[in-house]
């Protein structure tokens, strides 16, 4: 430092880690972790997810294997994602309220479009939202997203709530996969070479976040139809 310089205190002014600016780190040729890209968004993502859930409460479903899913599942849009004994499926009408699922908020809409803009995917127009609700100890087993009739559009995976470690991996199940640590607001975006790469999530840690508690909440967009 110069001797006519002032010392800068640094001061830490997102100290919390809700709290930090966005910024964007890339994790595959076409795949982008939007760091805290929704946190502008919360405040309207909330109320619009407390109506779903009234309307289509989380539901632990079983797999084609006959083991329970630890993560409570919940879909809004004009397709919501089924699972049980006879398979992986979209569905219109949400098997358990024999309703069709509740429509996808537009502020849902808007931050999946925007997000997936900002990841280099013009016109993202999706079908289905996904919504996961993990409590402590609840997983993601390493899967692809491939249930879709195309694999152009990307995939817009928004992270709320406690921190979780996202696992990135490729094209085979056995492959090396990336952690990638993910926190409220956080929105991982995929798509194109990189739209079939295995994915998962690691057993949430226990914890309290200011907003959602004892939590973590991810929405997962898609084009489906
Ligand atoms: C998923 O792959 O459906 C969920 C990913 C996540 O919870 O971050
Ligand atoms: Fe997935």
């Given at each position: 430092?110069?001797?006519?310089?002032?010392?800068?205190?640094?001061?830490d002014?997102?100290?919390?880690?809700?709290?930090q600016?966005?910024?964007?780190?890339?994790?595959?040729?076409q795949?982008?972790?939007?760091?805290?890209?929704?946190?502008?968004?919360?405040?309207?993502?909330?109320?619009?997810?407390?109506?779903?859930?009234?309307?289509a409460?989380?539901r632990?479903m079983?797999?084609?294997?006959?083991?329970?899913?630890?993560?409570?599942?919940?879909?809004?849009?004009?397709?919501?994602?089924?699972?049980?004994?006879?398979?992986?499926?979209?569905?219109?009408?949400?098997?358990?309220?024999?309703?069709?699922?509740?429509a996808?908020?537009?502020?849902?809409?808007?931050?999946?479009?925007?997000?997936?803009?900002?990841?280099?995917?013009?016109?993202?127009?999706?079908?289905?939202?996904?919504?996961?609700?993990y409590?402590?100890?609840?997983?993601?087993?390493?899967?692809?997203?491939?249930?879709?009739?195309?694999?152009d559009?990307?995939?817009?995976?928004?992270?709320?709530?406690?921190?979780?470690?996202?696992?990135?991996?490729?094209?085979?199940?056995?492959?090396?996969?990336?952690?990638?640590?993910?926190?409220?607001?956080?929105i991982?975006?995929?798509?194109?070479?990189?739209?079939?790469?295995?994915?998962?999530?690691?057993p949430?840690?226990?914890?309290?976040?200011?907003?959602?508690?004892?939590?973590?909440i991810?929405?997962?967009?898609?084009?489906?139809?």
């Amino acid at each position: 430092m110069r001797s006519n310089e002032t010392p800068t205190a640094t001061v830490d002014l997102f100290a919390d880690e809700d709290q930090q600016p966005a910024r964007t780190e890339q994790i595959g040729e076409q795949s982008f972790v939007l760091r805290g890209f929704a946190l502008p968004w919360v405040e309207r993502l909330l109320p619009a997810l407390e109506k779903i859930l009234l309307a289509a409460p989380f539901r632990q479903m079983i797999t084609p294997g006959g083991f329970t899913m630890s993560v409570g599942l919940s879909s809004c849009g004009t397709l919501g994602w089924t699972t049980d004994r006879s398979g992986y499926r979209y569905t219109r009408i949400d098997p358990v309220s024999s309703q069709p699922w509740p429509a996808m908020p537009e502020v849902f809409r808007a931050l999946a479009q925007a997000a997936a803009q900002e990841a280099g995917f013009q016109h993202f127009e999706p079908d289905a939202c996904l919504i996961n609700r993990y409590l402590a100890g609840a997983k993601m087993s390493l899967h692809q997203d491939k249930d879709e009739k195309s694999y152009d559009p990307p995939i817009v995976s928004v992270s709320l709530g406690l921190p979780a470690m996202f696992l990135f991996g490729g094209f085979a199940r056995s492959d090396k996969s990336q952690r990638v640590p993910l926190f409220h607001g956080d929105i991982v975006v995929w798509g194109g070479v990189d739209r079939l790469r295995y994915h998962g999530v690691l057993p949430l840690k226990e914890g309290h976040h200011s907003q959602l508690g004892a939590q973590r909440i991810n929405f997962t967009f898609r084009t489906a139809g």
